[in-house]
């Protein structure tokens, strides 16, 4: 148990589909990530939120959608994928601004997606 | 840019010693971090330098060199459940802020 706790899963979706993934984080923290992992590849940051903020966007295409209502949830909304995009989405916290070089990122134990 | 650099696998026998090797290359430094991440899990904390030196903490030590741009992760007294994949990453303040850039991960294998 890491504190942040990511739903659903598993999530299998047609190329057509809408869906959304869900984190919350039980840390206290102000930061919280989207990364995308897939095989062979390192970890890819996506999306970046400090204070419900968007402070970072990694280039990803459109049809991801980060939604941060508040400091201790966020969501990565999916429509109209590509087969490609299946991978592991692990979402992350941290405690501020990194200011603090030691601020560690705090993992959960991240969505699989597969588009068929 | 960023250029983060990690062998792919590892293999070691339980109970030696095994020391994992980083090199990076990134704008800026503000402190590098090693993640453990067993197959199908979260990855979790391991270890962070930011001045150059060894930190030790228990089986696990991580040593930096900022002049050189190079890191490695030592662990003693090997466990079968150390059998994972074990992740670099830096904090480069001048690219993506506060967030982690991290390598491709390598993949030990702790043998009986």
């Known amino acids: 148990e890491t504190g942040v706790t990511q739903t659903p899963r598993h999530l299998v979706m047609g190329m057509t589909n809408k869906k959304s993934l869900k984190c919350e984080q039980h840390l206290g923290h102000n930061a919280m990530y989207w990364y995308k992992q897939s095989a062979k590849k390192p970890l890819e940051l996506m999306f970046v939120?400090?204070?419900?903020?968007?402070?970072e966007n990694n280039s990803v295409p459109s049809r991801f959608s980060p939604e941060c209502p508040n400091s201790s949830h966020l969501f990565l909304h999916l429509h109209t994928l590509q087969p490609e995009d299946s991978a592991l989405y692990l979402c992350a916290s941290s405690q501020a601004t990194g200011l603090v070089s030691g601020d560690t990122i705090y993992f959960g134990e991240g969505s699989w997606l597969t588009v068929v | 840019g960023q250029n983060i650099d990690q062998p792919t696998e590892m293999t070691a026998t339980e109970g030696a010693i095994v020391q994992i090797n980083c090199t990076y290359q990134t704008s800026g430094f503000n402190g590098l971090f090693w993640y453990q991440q067993h197959a199908g899990e979260a990855p979790t904390f391991l270890s962070y330098n930011v001045l150059d030196g060894l930190e030790e903490k228990g089986r696990f030590s991580s040593f930096l060199s900022r002049s050189k741009g190079y890191s490695y992760l030592l662990l003693k007294e090997l466990q079968m459940k150390d059998s994972a994949s074990y992740l670099c990453?830096?904090?480069?303040?001048?690219?993506?802020?506060?967030?982690?850039?991290f390598g491709k991960g390598t993949s030990l294998l702790v043998t009986p």
């Open positions: 990453a830096v904090r480069d303040p001048s690219n993506s802020g506060y967030a982690l850039n």
């Open positions: 939120y400090s204070l419900e903020e968007r402070v």
